[in-house]
Each structure stands twice: as C-alpha cells, then as structure tokens.
C-alpha cells in the first residue's frame, strides 16, 4: 500500500463526532479494509494489456444447451442478431453470439449436476453437488459454504444479484454475500431489476462492482412469446417452427403430462419451441446490455466489464426419439452448456478451448482474475492459464464429474469417453455401468461397456475416487 493510502486510511473517519469513538473506530476501520482491498485486488490483477475489469457481471441461464445456439456452431440463428456497421461501431453489437465471438469460448464446457440450482451452487462455491449437499432445487446452501459473492464482497466489492425464481423459491443461503439480493417471478422482472439498479448506481466511483443475473431461459416449458427488436416486435414462437405444422404439440406441461405419441413433424415443433426460448432469452439479455452500454457510457463501464455467460444445465430434446423436457440424464443434452467469458483486448490466449471444463472451475477463475485467493474448500480450477497467456501456471487436465438428481447416477466424462454409474434401482440389486464412445455416438445411443473393459475400469477408478474425495464412497 503506498503511503498516501495509508494516510488516507489513518484519516477516515477523522470528521466523525468525537464524542461517538465507538462508530469513529467502526466506521474507519471498515473504510481501511475496504481501501486495503481494492489496493490489494489492483497489485495483484496479473499484467494485461487494455482496460483492467472492476466490474464482474455473471449471467446463468438455466436449461440452455450448448449445442442449440449459434455461438457453438448450431445451424439455427438462436443466439445471433443482425447489426449494421453503425451499430456495431457504436458497439452495440451485445448479443450472444458477438459477445463469445469477443470473448474466449469453452467449447466443452460441463454442468456438475442434471439439475440448475445445484448446478449454480456449484458454481458460486467452486465445490460438488455431493460436497455442498446441494441436489435439488429446494435444498439451502449451507452457511459454512464460502460463496463466490462473499469471497468478493470480502475484497471490497459491492454485490448484486437479480434472480428469476420462476415457480420455486430459492431456499436459504443463496443470498450469501450480496448487499443486494433482488427475487423476480420471471426473468423480465429479473432484468428490469436490474435496470433498475443500473439508472441508479454511480459507476463513476473506484469500488468494484459484481452483478449476477439468473435466468430462467429456455427451460421447460417452451412457451416463447414476443419480445421487442430494433425493427419492432419479434415473435419468437414462430423463427423456427414450421408455419404449415397442423398439429397439436406444443411445449407446455399439461401437453407433456398427457403423454401423447409424437410424430417426427411433432417433435420438430417442440424443438422449434425450444429454440424460440433460445433466441427470446437471447433477445431479452441484449435489450438489458444494450441499456447497460448507454446508461453507463460516460464512466466506460462496459469496457471495464469482465462479461461471464454461463448454462446451468440442458434439456431433454428427443435423443432417445420419446424424452423431452427437463430430465436427470446422464448426458451431453443436458450436462454439456455454453460457458465464455468476455473482456476485450485483455485476452491474448487461444479464443476456443476443447479442454474438458466444469462449473466448479467458475469461482475460483473469477477470484484469480482479481487476485483474490479461493477458499481452500474449492476443488475446481483457475482456468486463467488456459485462457491468458501472461498466466504462466500450469493447469490440471480432469475429467468432468457430474451427478443425476438426488444421486440417481453419477458420470465421468473425458474428451472421448462418457461412464455412467446406475446405483441399484430401490436400493437392492447390482449397480450398472454404462459406456459410451461420444467422439464417433455423440447422441450417446450405444453403450460399448463389454467391449471395452480396460477404459471402464479406467474411468471407474476415476468415478470412485471423485465419490470418495466428495464423502459419497460406493
């Protein structure tokens, strides 16, 4: 710390009446951490050219696939919006796909549960489902968990949070950490909260500033609607349904309950609903950061903005030729989810990762970003030396564990393979092993157990060490 910070934190709170020693000493000794913290953040933030972040803004979308948006190559436009030149100089252009362009793009990125608050919990704790306890949507987070938000908040930084609840409350320990914890029915309300907050915060202020937004995002149902666009209304219910489909499929629950035998042209329409989901979450975000640049334009916010976009987990799409929806799978449909993270000119590694990635890996890499140490608790991984090349660590290559609903199976994925480990159904009988070889089955349909004994013995070894380590040995 320079000397003149440390005169200004032997001086705070100078002013307060003296007959108050008490608030005196409360009021200066916080204005000291908070000032050591940002010195200590600033000293530590590894070399990068351009502008340094101070603001951190992670949206998690829950029930988004990687392999239905644009931005990882699918052959619907659902993440992509058109800009013009002017636009795009004015840098306007904050869609889905524009921004992972920017950015750095986890091409195999996994969620550690079927399921999203766990997942998230996941997420904001750097930990496992079966180490938070965390493996449904109901369940708290504990308050000996250190979460992402307060290991920031203890680095001085102000934190927000604008939740979309939809139909289940979250329960306690989510707000862990946050100064501001805003819960919405449904992700307008998240979003216009958050508009909210953005009109009246002053970015022109040196503290820094973490903004989490969740979305509820194309998960079950698929009942898309209307959103606006720079050329009036779009409705998203019909960009990628068939306008000549007759039939009666549509992506509500009441439909699905009825458990009706589908056609193929039923099923694209469902699908078509999912990817309207898709393109309204992604039209909603932009109306948000397009406001989020103007509003904040005179302090250059967005430029000193680290943008992390995060799936919580996938949906069910017809793998099988019958399951859609939200299921506990065991696969790439519903683990495998978009994660990139923008800050232009400050990247200089490679723009597309294969490397196998997870949520857990999320907060300890937002931490190392800042120069915040992780919590000894945390068993992901920084994943700066992939993305940074003035990151000069090395980064340990693992697989990707994951669990099913309340440990309905439990999975270990590498580049090639993918085991699952069925525990006995009812509790009594033998566990089953799966196999699959996702580089030449990626819909997973074949399981080549028997015939390859040697690399499920491999990946079990692996499984069983990951249960043992988390406290659920089998």
């Known amino acids: 710390m320079s000397a003149r910070a440390m ?138 968990e250190t979460t992402l938000a307060e290991a ?10 604008f939740v979309a609840e939809e139909d289940r409350p979250l329960a306690a320990g989510w707000d862990q950490g946050f100064d501001v914890f805003h819960r919405a029915e449904d992700d307008a309300g998240a979003l216009g909260a958050a508009v909210r907050f953005v009109s009246d915060h002053d970015f022109g202020n040196q503290r820094p500033l973490f903004v989490w937004i969740h979305l509820s995002g194309p998960s079950f149902p698929y009942e898309p609607g209307a959103v606006p666009g720079a050329g009036g209304t779009v409705d998203c219910a019909g960009l990628f349904t068939d306008p000549s489909y007759a039939g009666s499929a549509d992506g509500s629950a009441g439909f699905r309950a009825a458990t009706p ?84 000119d400050t990247l200089t590694g490679r723009r597309i990762l294969a490397e196998i990635v997870d949520l857990t890996d999320v907060m300890p890499t937002m931490l190392d970003w800042f120069g915040i140490p992780a919590p000894e608790s945390v068993t992901g991984r920084s994943l700066l030396p992939l993305m940074d090349s003035h990151v000069e660590r090395p980064f340990e290559r693992r697989p990707a564990f ?20 069925l525990p006995p159904a009812g509790g009594g009988g033998e566990e089953t092993i799966e196999l699959y070889h996702q580089r030449v089955d990626p819909h997973a349909l074949h399981d080549v157990a028997t015939k390859n004994p040697a690399v499920v013995a491999e990946l079990e070894d692996l499984l069983r060490a990951w249960l043992a380590a988390t406290g659920d040995p089998r």
């Not at 994951?402 to 480990?421: H, I, K, M």
């Open 152 to 161: 920031l908040a203890g680095a001085g930084f102000l934190t927000v949070a």
């Open 7 to 144: 005169h200004e934190c032997g001086n705070a709170g100078a002013a307060v009446d003296s007959r108050r020693p008490l608030m005196a000493n409360a009021i200066r000794n916080r204005a000291c951490t908070w000032l050591l913290a940002v010195v200590l953040v600033a000293c530590s933030e590894p070399e990068r050219p351009g502008i340094p972040a101070r603001t951190l803004m992670l949206v998690t979308v829950a029930g988004l696939r990687a392999d239905h948006t644009s931005a990882y190559l699918y052959a619907r436009p659902t993440t992509y919006v058109h800009f013009d030149g002017g636009q795009k100089q004015l840098g306007r252009a904050l869609a889905i796909d524009d921004l992972a362009a920017e950015g750095v793009l986890f091409a195999n990125a996994f969620a550690p549960s079927s399921r999203a608050r766990p997942s998230l919990a996941s997420l904001h704790t750097g930990r496992s489902p079966l180490a938070t306890g965390v493996l449904d949507g109901g369940a708290p987070i504990a308050d000996t």
């Open 261 to 344: 035998t589908l056609d193929e042209a039923d099923r694209g329409h469902i699908v078509g609903l999912y990817d309207g989901e898709v393109a309204m979450t992604n039209r909603m975000l932009l109306w948000f950061l397009d406001y989020f640049h103007w509003a904040t334009a005179p302090a250059g916010a967005w430029s000193s903005t680290l943008f992390v976009l995060v799936g919580t987990n996938g949906e069910e799409l017809f793998r099988d030729g019958a399951t859609w929806g939200h299921t506990d799978s065991a696969h790439d449909s519903v683990l495998r989810v978009p994660l990139f993270m923008r800050h232009p």
């Open 402 to 421: 994951s669990v099913q609903g309340d440990r309905a199976s439990f999975t270990v994925r590498t580049p090639e393979w993918r085991l699952v480990l």
